[in-house]
């Protein structure tokens, strides 16, 4: 998607690995956002770190300017920086936005690739730079680099032969005047390698490299070390003249001389001769290793003393990253070895991805959210495990520990990254469950201190259940399932255990009415659609789960409650209209029995949700319209799991969120929570509450938001429902609030940045596509919303590719990995004949399901063909 003139503001494009930190690609093309020290970094500035290119001639300069285009906000300062620099003095000169640069310039953004084209009367030429860093589905660790990729591609639009100088500055992020830059060339790169004097194996060491193959270089290993701006009035001076720079080199002590804190920076050229009208292409990378990290953010262990808090932060790992590659040397030339295949595996992604059938704005959607993996809020442990925050703060991870009931909702990395997600669910089943079964929803690092001891939540416990089924269905991995499966069934029955202080479904009817802690931080005390929902949904994974094991007595049981269940779902708590929760908000003795039961700040509930002033129960639904109501459905839908609502009754559901909670203009909209949508903007709430339906004194929490991972839930159960213009409204208020004016299109916000849930909005290519799979008995399968000619991305554990509908044809390409098929799904009608390259498979017919008489492995570049008469 291209983006220009003001709505290139807010752009900060992440570029990096998943887990290792990442740096932000202003719209502008500056360096912003420098979040590789292990903590996030939101609003920060490069520093002087920077491209620029110069033009020269027989000897003669003629033109310099760094690599960016007008600086759009900020005019007035930073409040973030000191009182000599802040609010109030202006721009960042480390910007470089004092400097001559581009007037023209275009940022076209198809994440995981950035490209800007860069153009101006006084520069003699054309640059484009292309930015990325590998997003490889299925490939996790070449998709986890610590580094940037940039390519430059600089024309020549003059008649005469013209020397060009690329130069990548960048200041020492490890340094806090201890700065060390040595020039080195190894494996035929030339590499600036900046460190500090820490501890190799503490938490404060770090260092990064720049690196070209290009093989004619200047470099600059320390910029001039002076006072007020001479440091980078010195280089633009070297830089802005023929010929190459001079090199320039401080002993580590300094040498008594006065510095800037953190100030030290180094600058490697490029430097190439273009004929007239000729193209020349220039590669660099920018990698970084901060090898050990502790958990500095705020454990959520409550009632632990301090001593041991602070014994556990000192406590350190490495980040996976440092296991693959030592330093920031290795993984430079790791990557810039292996930069062609990396690009051209990253294309195919892209490639693919963006030519899928879908509306542009749920392409956009799709595709964007994926920016999640690569920013701070993921990490990946020692032993390559995935972990998340559910967000991040400016400066640290926020809400810790791959919180179960937002995960929930995304399903990106599920998909792209399967073994990742894998590795997730193995570490909640093996690190979070509680002894009386509840799973602490909030992952605890390090690893080994055990679960939290915060009540569990309701849609986080059976939302790893189905997540459990999912990752089965995409892996057919029978032998990992295996080695859960005693604690699913422990967290699955939790729901009737008499050591559940929150005796949530005591009676075992399949309809949970005690207390019920969830996603939106508090709790309900009653029976409700939203958690029973997602409770059932979760026994019919487990149903699924105990047959794939063969644990037939599990099976009964789970089979017995669904049904009890299920039927008093339909028929107790819809209204009519849609569903909602039935409580009576005067009854205070509901509260009466949860006075207890663990060491959390809501121990006695009558404090925490009794009102005085009105006679009613606090943060309940009671009669609203929740976004949430039929979730499980939605994931039952998503994984092929039947009905647990009624299907008339979902889609009445849908039709009054949409009716009741669909604002069209927020002006008028009253909020008293967080503002993710404001003015003329539109959005889904999280819980309205129509005029003839009794609104709490204190509803349910964030009742009034517009949240993006709920909003991209009820609008593709929407358009799976038949509500395809409603949903797509819907999808387009979302997208539209991140139009690079007002918000960064690659940064969803809900409980900070680069938030979880919005991770949601794959489920748009899947309702789209009507993906089938089921790796367990090699099935693979599609089955569009619209039946007509088409393309489609797809990805699972062993391979990604396209789906092409053309005419009565549909041929499943695989693009990368290999994929073993012996069943495949097709719902169309006439008789079918297979192709698998040469060869005419023989199968048989069952229902919509073809089955080959011997299974095919399909590998790179190879294509199953059906074509029906």
Known sequence: MKYTGINKKEISFPIGGIGTGCIGLAGNGSIVDIEIQNEPNKGSEGRFTHFAVKAEKAGSLLDARVLNTDLQSGYMGNFERDRYTGFGWGPDRGSMSGFPHFRKGEFDGTFPIAQLDFEDGHFPGKVVMWAFNPLIPTNEDDSSIPAAFFEFEIENTTDEELQYALAFSASNFYSHNNARH????????????????????????????????????????????????????????????????????????????????????????????????????????????????????????????????????????????????????????????????????????????????????????????????????????????????EG?????????????????????????????????????????????????????????????????AVDGQYGTVLRVYREYLISGDLKWLQSIWQAVKKTIAYAWSRENPDQWDLDKDGILEGRQHHTLDMELFSPNSWLSGMYLAGLQAGIRLAGIVGDKEAEDEYLEVFRSGRKKLNQELFNGTYFDQKVDLTDKNRLMKFQGGYSDHSQDAVKSYWNDESGEMKYQIGEGCSIDQVLGQWHADLLNLGEVFEVEKVEQALKAVYRFNYITDMHEHVNPCRIYALNDESGLIICSYPKDRLKPAIPVPYAEETMHGFEYQAASHMILHGMEREGLQCIRAIRSRYDGMRRNPWNEMECGSNYARSMASYALLLVYSGFMFDMGRNMIGFHPLHQEDGTYFWSLDSGFGHVIFEGNKMSIWVDYGEVTVKYIGDKRSGEPSVRFGDDTPEFKVSGSEIELANAVSAGAGQCIEIIRN
């Open 182 to 389: 040595t020039y080195r060339y190894a494996d035929g790169l030339h590499m600036m390698f900046l460190d500090n004097e820490e501890e190799t194996k503490s938490t404060a060491y770090g260092n990064m490299t720049m690196a070209t193959d290009c093989p004619d270089v200047s470099y600059q290993e320390y910029w001039f070390r002076g006072n007020w701006f001479d440091n980078v009035s010195v280089f633009w001076n070297d830089f802005a003249r023929p010929g190459e720079l001079r090199n320039r080199h401080y002993k580590a002590e300094k040498e008594g001389q006065e510095v800037y804190a953190g100030s030290d920076t180094a600058t490697l050229a490029a430097h190439v001769e273009v004929k007239p009208g000729e193209r020349k292409k220039v590669r660099f990378i920018w990698s970084w290793s901060m090898p050990y990290r502790s958990n500095t953010w705020q454990i959520t262990h409550i009632g632990l003393s301090e001593k041991e808090l602070q014994r556990r932060r000192k406590i350190m790992w490495k980040n996976y990253y440092a296991v693959l590659f030592r330093d920031s040397i290795e993984s430079a030339v790791y990557g810039m070895k292996n930069f062609t295949r990396l690009y051209e595996d990253t294309m195919l992604y892209t490639r693919w991805m963006y030519q899928s059938s879908l509306p542009s704005e749920v392409l956009d959607a799709v595709a964007a959210n994926a920016a999640v993996l690569k920013s701070p809020t993921c990490l990946r442990l020692e032993d390559g495990s995935f972990y998340g925050f």
């Open 392 to 456: 991040v703060h400016p400066h640290e991870g926020c809400c810790e520990g791959s919180c179960t009931h937002v995960w929930s909702y995304a399903y990106t990395a599920a998909f792209l990254f399967p073994k990742l997600e894998r590795s997730a669910r193995t570490l909640e089943y093996t690190q979070s469950i509680q002894p009386d079964g509840g799973m602490g929803f909030r992952l605890q690092l390090p690893l080994g201190c055990g679960p939290t001891n915060f009540r569990p």
